[in-house]
Nanobody, 114 residues
Framework: VQLQASGGGLVQAGGSLRLSCLAS????????MGWYRQVPGAQRELVAA???????TYADSVKGRFTIFRDNAKTTVNLQMNSLKPEDTGVYYC?????????WGQGTQVTVSS
């Protein structure tokens, strides 16, 4: 399994970014997918997740601003982040879950300046 995350960068508060995670080596449509954020000194925390059937979950802090969606044909899960805030800063990781087995991709840095 490989998960390749992209789309991070530096953006001003109020701006937008879209993260993408390209999966390979797995039957993507059967996987639950998620985006997690980690800041120095803290545990990795869930930002948004989507099940194989399309059910979504969001952290309270991002509800109404972030949208997770998947494209099974392109084996990609995306995180559209709007109205970004400085507290959204962190390293964002993509994770896939299948039958209780988790696999993490490499992180992509998101920095939101005030």
């Amino acid at each position: 399994v490989q998960l390749q995350a992209s789309g991070g960068g530096l953006v001003q508060a109020g701006g937008s970014l879209r993260l993408s995670c390209l999966a390979s080596g797995t039957i993507f449509s059967l996987n639950g997918m998620g985006w997690y954020r980690q800041v120095p000194g803290a545990q990795r925390e869930l930002v948004a997740a989507i099940t194989s059937s399309g059910f979504t979950t969001y952290a309270d802090s991002v509800k109404g601003r972030f949208t997770i969606f998947r494209d099974n044909a392109k084996t990609t899960v995306n995180l559209q982040m709007n109205s970004l805030k400085p507290e959204d800063t962190g390293v964002y990781y993509c994770k896939r879950t299948y039958l209780g087995d988790d696999f993490w991709g490499q992180g992509t840095q998101v920095t939101v300046s005030s």
